[in-house]
């Protein structure tokens, strides 16, 4: 087989039928990635497959390919079935996998429609009702459909993909995938994919596979090559310093900065936008519309910085994506595998770093163990410089955190009960913030050493 695909240069190699070779080619897809070239021989012969391959590495393709594929060779077009169910952890995902089939289907007279949460019901029953050969959504909002949308059946499905499929099988869907499998028939073809094989994803394997074959592009926890990875030790109280000033030194390069709540991406985007430096924030607290429509205003370039939390940490493949900065570490360092590949995807070059204070080292070490030991360089940034910028960043913090309060104070006292989803929270967190700064504080005086962290330093 290593033999074979040494020989395949073209997707026409690969079997495809000329229809989707030449679809391929109008969406400026040249040649086959690694993942795409392991799976799709298989697929075609009609095998289940697992396809595991670093993120950023083309496993989309591998697995839509296939299904359009079988779709053009089917005796009958499937006008009155649903031909194939493709399930994503994230909303954000799935209308991402939606937009690449309605590209490479769009000439073959594919359907698609995507099923997820924080979008009009009623609006996607009537979609249901137009017969789509192709379902993509998130397990809650597809399970919901399979309950009480009329006529909406899978009994006569032909694919099913479990896309993340660690992911698919956390709390919060193991249960939901678990009864949309009743749904289904036992006689399908199953692709299951993933950037790490975890025993959640070999659990799911013994549940909907039957006899599969494993393709594993990377057999260890790894980034990709063309990425620049590094570390940037910093005091915690100048975590906000250091982010503006490695902005600025990276101005006109479009930026994802990772945070571990949805309150700092909302709060870091109002300062960095204070500071010049235009923002905006994605995360679980905002409504659908609002992600989207800030997803949107990243993918055109019309805001080069984007905020967000892991819940944009999988899948989503934004080309222009030049710089990942970890503002917090992951504390489950296989997150953080998903962060960085939001750049440095399908063999472009990319850049990231990681912003650790001294309470994040432990989880950092983690990380580079779970890389097989590998050494993370450091990011080398000019302390006296970065704390030129701390009155300006100080100001811009006490003004986001005003106008935040302000703006939330204004519509509890205009009477709106339903307020966004992205406000929910802001009260309980603007009323415990200066609780959490004091007993952060506390913390850092019972702890042995000064907490000055040299930025020359390298872990022992």
């Known amino acids: 087989m290593e033999e074979e695909n040494n020989e395949i240069k073209s997707f026409k190699d690969l079997g495809l039928s000329e229809q989707l070779v030449d679809a391929c080619e109008k969406i400026g897809w040249k040649n086959p990635l690694k993942i795409q070239t392991e799976v799709i021989p298989h697929a075609l012969q009609g095998k289940d497959v697992i396809g595991l391959s670093q993120t950023g590495s083309g496993k989309t393709g591998a697995f839509i390919l296939p299904i359009l594929h079988a779709f053009l060779e089917a005796p009958q077009p499937h006008l009155n079935n649903f031909f194939a169910c493709i399930m994503s952890p994230t909303r954000e995902l799935a209308i991402q996998i939606a937009e690449q089939i309605k590209v490479l289907g769009s000439e073959i007279g594919v359907k698609c429609a995507v099923l997820v949460g924080g979008t009009d019901i009623v609006q996607q029953s009537i979609e249901i009702a137009k017969r789509p050969h192709i379902i993509v959504g998130t397990p809650g909002r597809v399970l919901d459909h399979l309950k009480e949308t009329k006529g909406f059946s899978l009994g006569r499905l032909k694919f099913l993909v479990l896309d993340e499929a660690d992911r698919l099988l956390n709390e919060d869907f193991e249960t939901q995938l678990n009864e949309i499998l009743e749904f289904i028939p036992s006689k399908r073809r199953t692709f299951l994919f993933s950037a790490t094989m975890t025993k959640k994803v070999r659990k799911i394997q013994r549940m909907c596979l039957r006899d599969p074959v494993k393709v594993e592009v990377s057999s260890k926890y790894s980034t990709v090559?063309?990425?620049?990875?590094?570390?940037?030790?910093?005091?915690?109280?100048?975590?906000?310093?250091?982010?503006?000033?490695?902005?600025?030194?990276?101005?006109?390069?479009?930026?994802?900065?990772?945070?571990?709540?949805?309150?700092?991406?909302?709060?870091?985007?109002?300062?960095?936008?204070?500071?010049?430096?235009?923002?905006?924030?994605?995360?679980?607290?905002?409504?659908?519309?609002?992600?989207?429509?800030?997803?949107?205003?990243?993918?055109?370039?019309?805001?080069?910085?984007?905020?967000?939390?892991?819940?944009?940490?999988?899948?989503?493949?934004?080309?222009?994506?030049?710089?990942?900065?970890?503002?917090?570490?992951?504390?489950?360092?296989?997150?953080?595998?998903?962060?960085?590949?939001?750049?440095?995807?399908?063999?472009?070059?990319?850049?990231?770093?990681?912003?650790?204070?001294?309470?994040?080292?432990?989880?950092?070490?983690?990380?580079?163990?779970?890389?097989?030991?590998?050494?993370?360089?450091?990011?080398?940034?000019?302390?006296?410089?970065?704390?030129?910028?701390?009155?300006?960043?100080?100001?811009?913090?006490?003004?986001?955190?005003?106008?935040?309060?302000?703006?939330?104070?204004?519509?509890?006292?205009?009477?709106?009960?339903?307020?966004?989803?992205?406000?929910?929270?802001?009260?309980?967190?603007?009323?415990?913030?200066?609780?959490?700064?004091?007993?952060?504080?506390?913390?850092?005086?019972?702890?042995?050493?000064?907490?000055?962290?040299?930025?020359?330093?390298?872990?022992?």
């Open 225 to 460: 090559d063309t990425l620049k990875e590094h570390c940037c030790f910093v005091p915690a109280k100048h975590k906000n310093c250091y982010l503006v000033y490695i902005l600025i030194e990276m101005t006109g390069s479009t930026a994802m900065v990772f945070t571990r709540t949805c309150d700092s991406s909302r709060l870091l985007a109002s300062i960095l936008t204070k500071l010049g430096l235009k923002a905006i924030a994605i995360n679980g607290n905002m409504s659908q519309s609002k992600r989207l429509e800030a997803l949107e205003q990243f993918k055109s370039g019309e805001c080069k910085i984007l905020l967000c939390t892991d819940v944009l940490s999988r899948g989503l493949d934004i080309p222009e994506v030049d710089v990942v900065i970890n503002y917090d570490i992951p504390t489950d360092p296989k997150l953080y595998i998903h962060r960085v590949g939001r750049t440095a995807r399908a063999g472009r070059s990319g850049v990231a770093i990681s912003l650790l204070n001294q309470y994040e080292v432990g989880w950092f070490k983690k990380i580079e163990e779970l890389m097989g030991g590998k050494k993370v360089p450091l990011y080398t940034a000019q302390e006296e410089e970065v704390l030129l910028l701390k009155e300006r960043v100080s100001e811009a913090k006490r003004s986001a955190e005003k106008e935040i309060k302000e703006s939330y104070e204004k519509k509890k006292r205009r009477g709106e009960g339903d307020l966004s989803e992205d406000e929910e929270d802001t009260d309980k967190y603007l009323g415990l913030l200066s609780s959490k700064i004091n007993k952060s504080a506390k913390r850092k005086k019972t702890m042995a050493g000064t907490g000055k962290i040299d930025n020359k330093r390298r872990f022992k």
